[in-house]
């Protein structure tokens, strides 16, 4: 069991209230990937109800990120995540339930990959001029 470190929480709380809607998506992604490896570490120990609260978590982020998408604004970019992030969720499910280590880790994984891919663009964004920011990632996520 990990300490409990309330300095964690305050800084964590610091770095919401100062994020862009880009690093909010950054930051839930994050902790969906936190959630998932406590989900596989708890599941290779044998704690079942550890493995719970984990996905549970996990499930929690995936369907905030659902939430936050703009489909109207989004087009079809955001029916697209739409459909993904529905797939995390039923993968998520379906290797809790049978206890299949490798379904959690990919999910994770892509998780990886869409944060590197969401930090990008906000690095782009937060770079480029003012006026030539006509399409704004933060249209398609509110």
């Given at each position: 069991?990990?300490?409990y ?12 209230n ?17 959630f ?38 989004g ?34 994984r ?33």
């Amino acid at each position: 069991m990990q300490a409990y470190h309330p300095s964690s929480d305050h800084y964590l709380a610091q770095r919401i209230n100062a994020a862009s809607p880009q690093q909010l998506v950054v930051l839930l992604l994050e902790g969906g990937q936190r959630f998932l490896a406590q989900a596989r570490q708890a599941m290779g120990r044998g704690d079942f109800a550890a493995k719970a609260r984990s996905v549970d978590h996990a499930l929690a982020i995936v369907h905030e990120l659902v939430g936050r998408l703009d489909q109207e604004q989004g087009g079809e970019l955001a029916s697209n995540l739409v459909r993904l992030y529905d797939w995390w969720s039923r993968e998520i499910l379906a290797g809790s339930a049978s206890k299949n280590d490798w379904r959690l880790e990919r999910v994770g994984r892509q998780m990886g990959e869409m944060r590197q891919a969401w930090e990008q663009a906000d690095l782009k964004l937060r770079s480029a001029p003012m006026e030539s920011r006509a399409f704004q990632i933060q249209d398609m996520v509110g």
